[in-house]
């Protein structure tokens, strides 16, 4: 079988063999500052180490039922072949399309996010950053009820998509103000949540700035450096941040029982297996103007 393989710093399409353990994962992130997760010396517990193969969005079909609780899964979008243990394979209802499972752990990922900040339907929300995180947080709070759900964006798509996706209002923060747009809409105060997903400092910022007094702003990005923050400030307003990763238990269930609207609308492009690095990684780098979410429909 064929495998997208990752060193960290290059892709390659190798031909493996099929495998009998469950293996790592990995994802733009890395691939643009990495090394990070990807183990360069055995995994403790895996063994699993560079190079590793990609992949950890996908969905797939159930073919064979090991010994030990492990289920072999066989997907079309972003996995061939995937050995799991069964306590982690979330079954989906019939009929759920394959590449909606695709999208379903970044939405999981936003939907942990929104969790941990209680929400209210008068809230309003400023997400700064509308790339795939971003975008996700979006529909979380729409399908929550959220009243007023602002993103400072610079790509034209990505705006276009926000507002789609459930966005009031969408802000190109190159051309305008976003602390002054956002305090028009939600009053001088500011805003009530706010969600940091662009991983820049200018992104930071202008979270921190957006934000009550005495209210938080959730960091949600993979940061590559180590960002600045204005401590006076955060002292006098009183204001709080907190960090997100991933989920816990329990959330990948209560997102497809809350599929509320098509994610697929971020899915800009689908590409082969051995286009991986070309049309899907250097695509998502250099031509952000063009996308979003590219899956790979490896049966093609």
């Known amino acids: 079988m064929r495998a997208a393989h990752s060193t960290g710093e290059a892709i390659s399409v190798n031909e493996i063999d099929e495998p009998e353990e469950y293996e790592e ?28 193969t990609r992949g950890h969005e996908f969905s797939g079909t159930i073919k064979d039922v090991g010994s030990g609780g492990f289920l072999a899964i ?30 379903v752990e970044p939405l999981t990922v936003a939907w942990y996010a929104a969790s941990r900040r209680p929400i209210q339907t008068t809230r309003t929300v400023l997400v700064v950053g509308g ?3 971003g975008l996700t947080m979006v529909q979380v709070f729409k399908a929550r009820g959220a009243e007023s759900i602002v993103v400072a964006e610079v790509s034209p798509l990505r705006r276009v ?4 996706l ?36 200018a992104g930071l910022d202008t979270a921190l700035a957006g934000i009550q007094v005495r209210e938080t702003a959730t960091i949600v990005s993979p940061w590559e450096e180590k960002p600045v923050i204005d401590a ?6 009183e204001k709080h941040v907190i960090g997100s ?20 609308l971020m899915v800009t492009s ?18 952000q103007d063009k996308h979003v979410k590219i899956l790979v429909d490896i049966p093609a």
């Open 161 to 164: 998509l926000a507002r789609k």
């Open 25 to 52: 994962a990995a994802d733009l992130h890395e691939y643009l500052a990495g090394p990070i997760l990807t183990p360069p010396s055995p995994h403790a517990i895996t063994g699993e180490m560079s190079p590793i």
């Open 166 to 201: 459930g966005a009031a209002d969408v802000v190109d923060p190159l051309t305008e103000d976003v602390v002054s747009r956002m305090r028009m809409m939600a009053g001088d105060a500011g805003a009530d949540i706010v969600f940091e997903c662009s991983g820049v400092q």
């Open 232 to 237: 006076f400030d955060m002292g006098l307003y």
């Open 74 to 103: 066989e997907g079309d979008y972003q996995i061939i072949w995937l050995v799991v243990q069964e306590k982690h394979a979330i079954l989906l209802p019939d009929e759920f399309p394959l590449d909606l499972g695709a999208l």
């Open 270 to 287: 689908k590409i082969r297996l051995e286009e991986v690095e070309d049309k899907g990684f250097k695509a998502l780098i250099n031509e």
């Open 245 to 264: 990763v991933v989920y816990d238990d329990g959330i990948f269930e209560a997102v497809v029982d809350a599929i509320w609207s098509d994610p697929r």
């Open 131 to 133: 790339a795939p995180i």
